[in-house]
């Protein structure tokens, strides 16, 4: 993989998210953010997905869009706790917690500022079907990365919070990636039957690890 094709990763993700926030409703903007992923994750050489395995990949498991797992949060100081996440491949990963965000029959978020170069916000999630068979990934999901390009969008203090588009991290895919997982504030006592429900399905049916 070339440093080239990292770039060229994040301009495509970016211009997904984009087209996700411009579609005419968010499910429409689900399908595209679905269908897009798909093509990434099968085809571009900085997919996180293991190259000898992506030629029999059908697809991620996404279930189908539910708006009722679509929030517009207002968001609430936080006491700017730090949490620095030790990674070996990127070194440590500094994040201070910045706000929280409630989400009615959820729980509350903690919403994340990345605290070295490039900041934004990260909302990672683990509900109750983490890591149960036929669940989502057991180390948790991505709700919101805004650093990599993932930002469903919100205005005037809020912030949107949709359940749909949660998604596995890079290391659900291959363990050889380093990934932030959630911490004790970003996991609900609920399932969340929405979004990413395992990190891989190949085109044969058979759940990858």
């Known amino acids: ?29 689900h399908a595209v953010w679905s269908r897009e992923r798909d093509v990434l994750l099968r085809t571009h050489p900085a997919s996180p997905v293991p190259e000898s395995e992506r030629a029999g990949l059908g697809g991620a498991d996404v279930a189908p869009y539910d708006a009722a797992w679509r929030f ?28 929280t965000a409630r989400l009615p029959g959820v729980g509350t978020l903690d ?25 989502t990934y057991g180390g948790g999901r991505y709700l919101i990365d805004t650093v990599k390009g993932a930002d469903l969008g919100g205005a005037d203090g809020t912030l949107v919070l949709d359940l749909n588009f949660a998604y596995a991290p890079s290391c659900a895919y291959d363990p050889a990636w380093a990934c932030p997982l959630p911490p004790v504030g970003n996991r609900v006592a609920v399932p969340i039957p929405v979004g990413e429900r395992h990190p891989l399905l190949r085109s044969d049916g058979e759940i990858g690890a």
């Open 1 to 29: 993989m070339q440093p080239t094709d990292v770039v060229d990763w994040r301009r495509r993700v970016f211009a997904i998210y984009a087209a996700v926030r411009d579609a005419a409703s968010p499910e429409a903007g």
């Open 72 to 99: 517009e949060c207002a968001l609430e100081p936080a006491d700017g706790m730090r949490w620095d996440v030790e990674t070996g491949t990127d070194g440590v990963v500094p994040f201070e917690r910045w706000a």
């Open 111 to 135: 919403v994340w500022r990345l605290r070295s170069y490039g900041g934004g916000l990260f909302v990672p999630v683990r509900d109750e079907l983490a890591g149960r068979d036929g669940g």
